[in-house]
């Protein structure tokens, strides 16, 4: 039996985009002003902006068994970089 994990941070899903402009309209900015409130909350995201859905599923789509058959015990984080990880912080 195989096991693996996907642990996407904020995706742009339906939302995601309603707060981001509800956040907006409460302090006077546009939609990117509502995105950096979330970002910021996050503790930044560095790749500056949060994933998309086509993303989450490209990755979900490789790691089916034909793509990645040999793959087990895996977590994987798509995030744009908001958790550190060990080999972010080493460089």
Not at 23 to 28: H, K, P
């Amino acid at each position: 039996m195989r096991v693996l994990r996907v642990s996407p941070g904020w995706v742009v899903i339906e939302a995601a985009v309603a707060l981001a402009e509800r956040l907006a309209a409460d302090t006077g900015t546009d939609y990117q002003g509502g995105k950096r409130i979330v970002m910021n909350a996050l503790g930044g995201i560095p790749l500056g902006r949060p994933a998309k859905p086509q993303e989450v599923a490209h990755l979900i789509a490789f790691l089916a068994p034909s793509l990645a058959g040999a793959m087990t015990g895996t977590k994987v984080i798509m995030d744009c970089g908001t958790v550190p990880t060990a080999m972010r912080n080493a460089s």
